[in-house]
Structure formats: C-alpha cells, structure tokens
C-alpha cells in the first residue's frame, strides 16, 4: 500500500536544471546483501563514470556518465539530452 505523507521521500526536483531524481532503491526496501556486494556496485560505478556517450559511440558528447553507488546498487541518473540514456 502507498501511503502518500511518504512518497516525497523517495524523489527530488531540481526545478533549475528542469531535473527529477526518483530513489528507486526504496521500494525494495531490503537492504541485506553480501558484504562484497558493494564492492561490484563501486567498480560499475567507477566504470561508467569514467565514459561519456563520445567513449561508447560517435557522438561528441564528452561530458562523463553521473552514476553513484546506493547500498550494494549502482544506480545511472543522466538528463534527457540526445542519446545519453541510450548510451548510459
């Protein structure tokens, strides 16, 4: 069941950068993975934070994938510009 007092803790707006982040990890809700799990989600993270849509396609977009580490999850937020979520 939704509860509604609650769902504003699972997004943000950023009305400046015409952006919305959605936590997705919260309706799991279970938190109770391997020790090592984490590790898997920081080299992906690092992976895909090291490459832009340029380094993956011809595109001349340089500017580097954003992904950041949540608990034992790798979670990739790009902008809706060309094709960066594609690419991401």
């Known amino acids: 069941m939704l509860h ?11 009305p400046d950068e015409d952006a919305l982040v959605i936590d997705l990890a919260t309706p799991f809700g279970w938190f109770g ?5 984490s ?3 920081r080299a ?3 992976l ?3 490459n832009s849509p340029a380094s993956v396609s011809k595109s001349s977009d340089n500017d580097a994938f954003f992904g ?3 608990g034992d ?3 990739l937020i790009e902008p809706d510009r060309d094709s960066r979520l ?3």
Not at 4 to 14: K, N, R
Not at 33 to 37: I, K, N, R, T
């Open 4 to 14: 509604a007092e609650h769902v504003y803790w699972m997004g943000a707006t950023f």
């Open 48 to 50: 895909v934070s090291a």
């Open 86 to 88: 594609e690419f991401g």
């Open 33 to 37: 993975s391997q020790a090592f799990y």
């Open 68 to 70: 950041y580490k949540w």
């Open 39 to 41: 590790a898997f989600g």
């Open 73 to 75: 999850d790798h979670i």
């Open 44 to 46: 992906i993270t690092w």
